[in-house]
């Protein structure tokens, strides 16, 4: 699985950070689901299942990226995920590491950002090749 039909899901409730993401994945050839909120990310699981979550983690109204992140995971257990937040406490970070989440830091560093997507990506594409 490359880029080409590797699906997305991002989510942030800032709609210029939402947008920068999208437009950067899309530019790399990802498909890319965006949402703004905790509930519609949850929708677009329910819709599509996908290939790598990428969620901030404050979303509205006290909601956490780790939410969508579970929702994500209790469909397909092995879907990698990416946490990004500008700052994260030791509980964040813990809970992050027995997750098996990638925490990235604002302000994203382009190049660390493609580079954790991409190997994500293909990791599951082995771990999905060696089961076959």
Known sequence: MNAQNSHVLVVDDEPSVLLTYRMILEQQGYKVTASISSKDAIAALEQDPMDLLICDLSLEQKHTGFEV??????????????????????????????????VLFKPIDIN?????????????????????
């Open 112 to 132: 660390e950002f493609l580079s954790t997507i991409s190997q994500k990506v293909r990791s599951r594409n082995e771990s999905r090749h060696q089961k076959a």
């Open 69 to 102: 992140i579970e929702h994500g995971r209790s469909r397909d257990a092995t879907v990698p995920a990416i946490l990004v937040t500008g700052y994260a406490s030791k509980e964040v970070m813990d809970k992050a590491e027995q997750a098996g989440v990638t």
